[in-house]
T-cell receptor, first 115, second 117 residues
Framework: AQSVTQPDIHITVSEGASLELRCNYS??????LFWYVQSPGQGLQLLLKYFSGDTLVQGIKGFEAEFKRSQSSFNLRKPSVHWSDAAEYFC?????????????FGTGTRLLVSP | GAVVSQHPSWVICKSGTSVKIECRSL??????MFWYRQFPKQSLMLMAT?????????EQGVEKDKFLINHASLTLSTLTVTSAHPEDSSFYIC?????????????FGPGTRLLVL
């Protein structure tokens, strides 16, 4: 069965510094990969997604992610973090054996932004 | 992007009562909706898949008689927590698949926080 690992429970970054959130997945075929962001007490907002093609995916709010098949990774990056980026970030995978219906989420990474 | 709403945003109820949560897709028709549960500081766990016009498919370990799901129209799914108990207190989030988007991307509602006293 597919699974997602986000090894960092929380990360603190200075405002203006670069950010990379790690995500590793386990799935035999090419997965469909997603990054979502959740602000406190809110639902999830889709940042970006990868289905096929260019392995570097651009998303909203200046985020990007790179799919690396050899490393089974889909890390999220942002060149310059803003205080408003403080939130919980979830990586998710949808697999073909479920008709790409079911999303399996990682445990999330909480991003703290320091002044 | 597609918009999914939930109502209510939060609810407090007494133990033993039932609570209904609505999930609506506002600008698209969703044949499939999903219900998730999220405990504090934890990830989302899929509870069930709701298909319009048919019975919901529940994940292993989720009591279907406890969490009743109805998807009577293409824009509305409801989750009813029956005979709620304090351990049912949680953050419930729905999502809807937009068939008009590539690979039918899921869009999430803002969530409903349930507190059972």
């Amino acid at each position: 069965a597919q699974s997602v690992t986000q090894p960092d429970i929380h990360i603190t970054v200075s405002e203006g510094a670069s950010l990379e959130l790690r995500c590793n997945y386990s799935y035999g075929a090419t997965p469909y990969l997603f990054w979502y962001v959740q602000s406190p007490g809110q639902g999830l907002q889709l940042l970006l997604k990868y289905f096929s093609g260019d392995t570097l995916v651009q998303g909203i709010k200046g985020f990007e992610a790179e799919f690396k098949r050899s490393q089974s990774s889909f890390n999220l990056r942002k060149p310059s973090v803003h205080w408003s980026d403080a939130a919980e970030y979830f990586c998710a995978v949808a697999a073909g054996n479920t008709g790409f219906q079911k999303l399996v989420f990682g445990t999330g990474t909480r991003l703290l932004v320091s002044p | 992007g597609a918009v999914v709403s939930q109502h209510p945003s939060w609810v407090i109820c007494k133990s033993g009562t039932s609570v209904k949560i609505e999930c609506r897709s506002l600008d698209f028709q969703a044949t499939t909706m999903f219900w998730y549960r999220q405990f504090p500081k934890q990830s989302l766990m899929l509870m069930a898949t709701s298909n319009e016009g048919s019975k919901a498919t529940y994940e292993q370990g989720v009591e279907k008689d406890k969490f009743l799901i109805n998807h009577a129209s293409l824009t509305l799914s409801t989750l009813t927590v029956t005979s709620a108990h304090p351990e049912d207190s949680s953050f419930y989030i729905c999502s809807a698949r937009d068939p008009g988007t590539p690979k039918e991307t899921q869009y999430f509602g803002p969530g409903t926080r349930l507190l059972v006293l």
